[in-house]
């Protein structure tokens, strides 16, 4: 197995936890950082400018994006503005729709070729990868993100539906396939084997890279002494 510091796919730290992110950071195979209101809801951000500059400051030389909030598309790009204003690393969040159902495809356009970096988020059909690979074509860099692990909770296997974005995405040299909500760790490497370009990965998938590459026959004699502990700790008796 190789490590993760020898694969070619690019780990971004997916998160909100300003600390975590500061720690992360020092770490050579992190790359990148991206975050999403969810994510910020749940740690507990309050106020989104002041979060984004002192996030900035953590990620430093690396990537990072933040999302547009609004879901008017004309304000939508009036916000895309501003955030792309915040640092030359910083990418903006665009989804592929809006909540109408209403597609971002001329907004992601008239962005990209303006100069704003657009992370193009919540795709799931290899349809979106076509309209919106074509949209950012020749544009400033960009990244086009589908959320695999999305996919896999409907019972489809994303790796091929990845592979197949992965060659779509081939007409816009400008742009990187993101790897969007893995599920675990595993899909690190399976990102890496189909050549996505990048795959985000939460702050408590992060926690379990030490197990990497782990002895399988050492790592089973400590899951028999953690039910063992377990149960001693609790005090149950037969």
Same mark, same amino acid.
């Given at each position: 197995?190789?490590?993760?510091?020898?694969?070619? !796919? $690019? #780990?971004?730290?997916?998160?909100?936890?300003? %600390? /975590?992110?500061?720690? *992360?950071?020092r770490?050579?195979?992190?790359? @990148?950082?991206?975050?999403?209101?969810?994510?910020?809801?749940?740690?507990?951000?309050?106020?989104?400018?002041?979060?984004?500059?002192?996030?900035?400051?953590?990620?430093?030389?690396?990537?990072?994006?933040?999302?547009?909030?609004?879901?008017?598309?004309?304000?939508?790009?009036?916000?895309?503005h501003?955030?792309?204003?915040?640092?030359?690393?910083?990418? !903006? $969040? #665009?989804?592929?729709?809006?909540?109408?159902? %209403? /597609?971002?495809?001329? *907004?992601?356009?008239?962005?990209?070729?303006? @100069?704003?970096?657009?992370?193009?988020?919540?795709?799931?059909?290899?349809?979106?990868?076509?309209?919106?690979?074509?949209?950012?074509?020749?544009?400033?860099?960009?990244?086009?993100?589908?959320?695999?692990?999305?996919?896999?909770?409907?019972?489809?296997?994303?790796v091929?539906?990845?592979?197949?974005?992965?060659?779509?995405?081939?007409?816009?040299?400008?742009?990187?396939?993101?790897?969007?909500?893995?599920r675990?760790?595993?899909?690190?490497?399976?990102?890496?084997?189909?050549?996505?370009?990048?795959?985000?990965?939460?702050?408590?998938?992060?926690?379990?890279l030490?197990?990497?590459?782990?002895?399988?026959?050492?790592?089973?004699?400590?899951?028999?002494?953690?039910?063992?502990?377990?149960?001693?700790?609790?005090?149950?008796?037969?």
């Open positions: 197995m190789r490590r993760i510091d020898e694969l070619g !796919v $690019k #780990i971004f730290a997916d998160g909100a936890d300003l %600390e /975590s992110m500061q720690e *992360l950071s770490l050579p195979f992190i790359k @990148g950082f991206t975050t999403n209101t969810a994510l910020m809801r749940k740690a507990g951000v309050g106020e989104y400018r002041d979060f984004a500059r002192r996030a900035i400051d953590a990620a430093g030389d690396r990537d990072i994006s933040f999302s547009a909030l609004s879901d008017d598309i004309d304000e939508m790009e009036r916000q895309a501003e955030i792309a204003g915040w640092g030359e690393h910083v990418y !903006v $969040k #665009i989804p592929v729709t809006n909540t109408r159902g %209403e /597609s971002c495809e001329d *907004l992601v356009r008239r962005l990209a070729h303006s @100069g704003v970096k657009v992370n193009v988020t919540a795709m799931l059909s290899l349809a979106q990868v076509r309209v919106m690979a074509n949209a950012v074509a020749g544009g400033a860099p960009a990244t086009v993100s589908i959320f695999a692990g999305r996919v896999a909770d409907t019972g489809r296997d994303p091929p539906l990845m592979a197949a974005a992965v060659e779509l995405l081939r007409v816009a040299s400008n742009a990187e396939l993101i790897w969007a909500s893995p675990e760790l595993f899909n690190i490497f399976h990102a890496d084997a189909i050549g996505c370009h990048i795959i985000t990965v939460t702050h408590d998938l992060l926690a379990k030490p197990l990497v590459g782990r002895d399988l026959e050492q790592y089973s004699l400590e899951t028999v002494k953690m039910f063992h502990d377990e149960a001693v700790r609790a005090g149950y008796r037969l």
